[in-house]
């Protein structure tokens, strides 16, 4: 290297020295002032801050987070991951506070610290006011009754078909346990691709769909460095891959529409209305509709699989454990399902039949209650905010109102798994609304927790019926794990065996 380069590089170090000691200040110096006196870490490490012990034990950071929030008095907590100042809220009504005012002026849901960048500017957590209402109306048809109707007939098919592939999985080589996390998802993803775009995604296409949102999986949990090589740009890029098939699958259904064909899955049953106004559109020579564009479609599509996927195998994994755990419950459900529905009958379990199920229904709520999948939901302040009469949350802050903790705030005894409390006679879901956050609350609640109520009660009803199942336990088996839902920290080691005396034929 030429002398004159290495001398000028030497007389610089002192200065780039410096500056860095100064930015590494100003750092340090900024934390604290927008900390102040809640609770969290005083010294801070240089631009990734507390980033590593969250990556690597979530479970964790976020209950440090919360022992501190509780302690405090104010019901709130700090930390610094990545450059960004966070703020956890252990709060029920603090936790209402953010949920209420989301709104340009206020709070954004982000879903992700780097949200935007991985899920696409088009997101529906990330709108607003009256564009967010009207994609609302919009998506409303896929949740009517004879859209759920239709799902359900979807939904037995592949839930059967998985559960008989476990069975045979834990029977090969003298029952032995099998990890049902990973099972899980994989029931999941054939469900919501099934549910979601039917028969409008080709056998190769769900080859590669697989395989991108696998990416996107492993990218959510990684380090947020978009650069080739790493995770997160591989996610990144995953998602731009998974949107244009799904719009794809939008295109092919709006054909479908047009040519008379009726709705078979959830895709459908948006293009019925979507299409009309398109047609009514270009006959009047008017731009098209709002939120009709295939792509733009694609990625809402997107929007549904991202929350369908993960929530749902948690809610499934810990569904089988605490039932596992809770024989008396366990023969409850199966009292009740073994009189409105039986295997051997070769008759699907109809949506009528489904709403019977009182306590198998309440079962799914209280598991969602006491394991809530979605423990936090990041929102990012995009102005400075009082949340307290104390405490205005600085611009740029990313807010974690915890779920979790709600869920174990004013209901009865509410460290016991007890699904007597949302049947009729105590309707805790009622009377502790606002602690029942689950689903979220505000203008961003969740448009599909009937979907999702249904799917959980539908597979523990045919869980408990086809087959016996037994929990491997190790230790610290039920501790939570972050995978990015939460799930059993053994990832649901069961063994299994077939209870009735066939699968039933669908």
Not at 264 to 276: A, I, N, P, R
Not at 452 to 480: M, P, Q, W
Request: proline share 6%; glycine share 6%; with cysteine.
């Amino acid at each position: 290297m030429d002398t004159s380069i290495l001398s000028m590089l030497a007389s610089a170090a002192p200065f780039l020295l410096s500056l860095l000691a100064f930015l590494i200040l100003l750092e340090q110096i900024t934390y604290l002032r927008k900390k102040r006196s809640l609770p969290g870490p005083l010294l801070i490490v240089p631009f990734l801050g507390n980033a590593i012990p969250l990556i690597r034990t979530p479970t964790k950071f976020w209950q440090l987070q919360a022992s501190w929030a509780k302690s405090s008095g104010s019901e709130l907590s700090t930390n610094y991951l990545f450059g960004n100042f966070i703020l956890f809220i252990r709060s029920t009504e603090l936790s209402h506070r953010v949920f209420g005012n989301v709104r340009p002026d206020a709070f954004q849901i982000i879903g992700h610290p780097l949200g935007k960048k991985l899920f696409g500017e088009h997101n529906l957590i990330y709108m607003f006011g009256q564009s967010h209402k009207d994609l609302r109306r919009r998506i409303a048809p896929n949740f009517t009754i004879k859209a759920l109707s239709t799902y359900l007939s979807l939904q037995q098919q592949i839930i059967v078909r998985h559960l008989e592939k476990w069975e045979e999985m834990s029977s090969s080589g003298g029952s032995k346990p099998v990890a049902l996390r990973l099972l899980c998802r994989d029931l999941n993803l054939d469900t919501s691709q099934t549910v979601f775009v039917g028969p409008h995604l080709s056998l190769e296409e769900r080859k590669v769909f697989n395989s991108d949102y696998s990416f996107f999986n492993a990218g959510l949990m990684s380090v947020p460095v978009d650069f080739p090589g790493f995770a997160f740009r591989e996610a990144r890029l995953a998602v731009d891959r998974l949107v244009k098939t799904l719009s794809g699958c939008a295109a092919r259904s709006k054909a479908k529409i047009r040519a008379g064909g009726e709705p078979s899955c959830l895709v459908d049953f948006w293009m019925e209305e979507t299409v009309k106004e398109v047609t009514a559109a270009e006959k009047s020579g008017a731009a098209p509709p709002p939120f009709s564009d295939d792509m733009e479609v694609g990625a809402h599509l997107f929007d549904f699989l991202f929350a369908a996927q993960d929530a749902s195998t948690s809610s499934l994994l810990w569904a089988i454990t605490l039932l596992e755990s809770h024989p008396e419950i366990l023969a409850r459900v199966r009292e009740e399902v073994s009189g409105i529905w039986k295997p051997e009958s070769g008759k699907m379990i109809t949506a009528e039949q489904l709403r019977e199920m009182k306590y198998t229904e309440a079962v799914a709520r209280e598991v969602i209650r006491f394991r809530p999948p979605a423990t936090l939901v990041p929102h990012v302040a995009l102005k400075d905010f009082p949340l307290t009469e104390s405490y205005t949350v600085p611009k740029g802050t990313i807010v974690f109102p915890s779920l979790l903790e709600s869920s174990f705030q004013g209901f009865a005894d509410s460290e016991r798994f007890d699904p007597d409390r949302f049947m009729e006679k105590r309707r805790e879901d009622q009377v502790y609304r606002r602690n029942f956050l689950s689903f979220g609350a505000g203008s961003h609640q969740c448009v599909g927790q009937r979907y999702a109520l249904n799917y959980l009660g539908l597979f523990i009803a045919l869980f408990v019926s086809l087959l016996d199942f037994k929990r491997h336990r190790t230790d610290g088996c039920d501790e939570l794990s972050y995978v990015p839902t939460i799930a059993p920290k053994d990832d649901g080691l069961v063994y299994l065996s077939r209870r009735c005396g066939r699968y039933p034929a669908f």
